[in-house]
């Protein structure tokens, strides 16, 4: 990896930088950079929160992972003060970078629809697989694995994990309301890419 695409990495996801352990940081960084690469996209910012619904939406898989990570570091810590947890910082943040990162690889450029191996693997299931190929921490596959409320086969069993599938939910639901946007019509508008 070029020095110029980690800095690039680090630039479209600043929580990165929050992440204390070295290794950890690193992993997420690759896991970006190797998705980005195994997918046909030109740049991470190209994918959209929702691809198959990219006609409706301007909003953008960065934008929305961004969001996601500062509402579980907050909601983190006030969950943490209330009920006087100590919850893993670097397992929350990780998995909140990572949880939408499969979208490179099932989604592709040209049609929008799903690819060959978005068609194998559902999302989650396969950013899960994809943080354990680099060797990232079951904690922090389980975080990514459970987060779709659709697409997860099971549910949260951390409370790190909890947090991203549900404010994951509420800050693209808050999204699209916020936007007056009918995501069922978007998506039967969609027909023929929706997966
Ligand atoms: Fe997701
Ligand atoms: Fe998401």
């Known amino acids: 990896m070029r020095q ?3 800095d690039h990495i680090v630039n479209l996801f600043p ?3 929050q992440i204390g352990d070295d290794g950890i940081r690193e992993k997420v960084i690759r896991a970006w950079y190797n998705a980005w690469k195994q997918g046909n996209f030109p740049r991470i910012e190209d994918v959209h929160q929702f691809e198959p619904a990219r006609d409706h939406i301007a909003y953008t898989n960065v934008d929305h992972t961004n969001q996601v990570c500062r509402a579980c570091e907050q909601m983190g ?3 943490a003060a209330l009920l006087n947890l100590r919850l ?3 397992y ?3 998995g909140a970078v990572l949880h939408d990162v499969d979208k490179m690889v099932i989604f592709d450029a040209r049609s929008g629809g799903l690819t060959e191996r978005g068609r194998r ?3 989650a299931v396969m950013g899960a697989a994809m943080a354990r190929e680099e060797g990232l921490p079951e904690e922090i596959a389980h975080v990514i694995g459970a987060h779709s409320f ?3 086969p099971a549910p949260p069993s951390t409370i790190e994990a909890l947090l991203v599938r549900h404010l994951d939910h509420v800050v693209a639901q808050s999204y699209y309301l916020s936007k007056g946007l009918d995501m069922e019509k978007i998506l039967a508008q969609s027909t023929g890419r929706n997966p």
């Open 92 to 94: 929350l943040l990780a």
């Open 4 to 6: 110029e695409d980690r």
């Open 15 to 17: 929580s990165i930088r």
């Open 150 to 152: 659709k697409y997860s």
């Open 121 to 123: 693997l559902p999302h």
């Open 77 to 79: 810590e006030i969950l």
């Open 88 to 90: 893993n910082r670097d």
